[in-house]
Structure formats: C-alpha cells, structure tokens
C-alpha cells in the first residue's frame, strides 16, 4: 500500500506530513513559546494597522488640500499593505507563523495547522493590535482621522451587498491560497528557498487583491483590520458594514483551506487510503 501512495504522488520518499495540531491542546497554555507567539501577533498587527492607516489618510488630505494628482493614489496605499505584510511575516514567521488577520488564523485552524487554543487567542491578539493601531493613530492624527474617515471599512456607494460580499470572499482566498501554497512544508523539504522567499508572495498577495477592491470595499480580507479600524472610528455606516468584513473573509478562508488540503494536496483521498488500510488489517 505504501508503495502504491508513492507511485501516485502523494508522499514523496524523503517526506511525510506532519501529524494534525490538536483540536484542544491544554498543554499549550503552560509554554512561554504560545504566549511569545501572541505577543508578536499584537505587535505585529499593531504596526500592521498604524502604517496603513496612517497612509490612508495621508493621502486623502494631500487630494483634498492640493493637486488631484498627488499623494501615493491607489497604488501607494496597495504597496503600503503588500509591503508591510511583507515585513511583518518576514519578522515574525518564525515565532509566530506571521498570520496577522484571524481569517489567516481561521485557515490554517480548519487545517489543523494550528489548535483551537491558539487561533482564538491569535484572534484576540489580532483585534486588540488593530484597535492599539489605530488608536495610535487618532491620538497623534486626531484632525486628520476624523475628518477623512479613520482608514476604516465600507462598501463604496453604487455597490451591492452581494458585490461586497464578493469581494471580500475572492480576496481572502487568493490571500490565504498564498499563505497555503508558500508554506506548504512538502514545497519546504523539496525547495529549500521556499521558506525564505515565503513573505513575499503573501506580501504580493495583499498588494494585488488591494488593487482590484479598493474602489468597491477598501479592502478588508482581515477582520482584524476592519474591526480595529471600525472600533476607533466609531461611524454608524463602518459598523453597519462590518458583517462583510468577517464573513466574507472567513468563507474565502475557508474555501482556500479546502481547496488546498483537499483537491490540491488530495487530503481526502489520503485519508481514505487511511481508513482502508486500517480496516482491511
């Protein structure tokens, strides 16, 4: 049987997958590695958020106050995300994985890459980064943030909920696709370049999906982002939005871990290679 897994493709001779994290993990709770690892979350998503934010409204006061043309436009706010998720994940892989945003988090949780325990304190990591973020921001920029709308989520006028929904679904599942494919451990043990190279497509990733939503939702693909961003704000129509922001990415999410697990890397068929071999023993 063994042999017949090899021939097919499914397990290369010189590796074999690593055994599922588990659902529930105790244990977890009393290693400082867990707890390192949620700090650099925070931080992370709090540098994540305060850039970010910060370009946005930066640009929207230098359009309003000066020529239409200038400031960094469209494309300098998609390169203020792409690069700063290229740059956080690239600091914080290996400590934490570098998910910043709880769909990533939710993924690779429904990929048994991570426990229950740690996706929902990553989760709450996340959340309380993006708030600090962006609160950093009003507190330096207050003006600013208020007058051009805190950075904060909403579906643009002439769009349909279902259009938004749309959106934030394809764009977190190109997002976490990326995340799945760069850190596949089987492209790891085959390409040795793979785990370095692994932030920028992540990073080009966010950069593209930035380019093709602005305009429709701004862009969430991370419920961190929006909600961090939301909270501060405190606008009536950021928080009648912000629905799109969770669901949407978390069926992308979902989507990309099945598609990957399950068609691409033939989970299910191994698992019923699995069960066969145990039963006819």
Known sequence: MAKDIEASGFQSKDYQ??????????????Q????????????????????????VIGYKSQIDNADPCGGVGILGIAWAFGGMIFVLVYCTAGISGGHINPAVTF?????RKVSLIRAILY????????????????AFQKAYYTRYGG???????GYSTGTGLGAEIIGTFVLVYTVFSAT????NARDSHIPVLAPLPIGFAVFMVHLATIPITGTGINPARSFGAAVIYNNDKAWDD???FWVGPFIGAAIAAIYHQFILRAGAIKALGSFRSSSNM
């Open 17 to 30: 997958d690593p055994p599922p994290a588990p659902l529930i993990d105790a244990e977890e709770l009393t």
């Open 32 to 55: 400082w590695s867990l707890y390192r690892a949620v700090i650099a979350e925070f931080i992370a998503t709090l540098l994540f958020l305060y850039i970010t934010v910060l370009t």
């Open 107 to 111: 993924g690779l949780f429904l990929a």
């Open 123 to 138: 989760m709450a990591a996340q959340c309380l980064g993006a708030i600090c973020g962006c609160g950093l921001v009003k």
């Open 151 to 157: 950075g904060a989520n909403e579906l643009a006028d």
């Open 184 to 187: 596949d451990p089987k492209r």
């Open 242 to 244: 912000q629905w799109l």
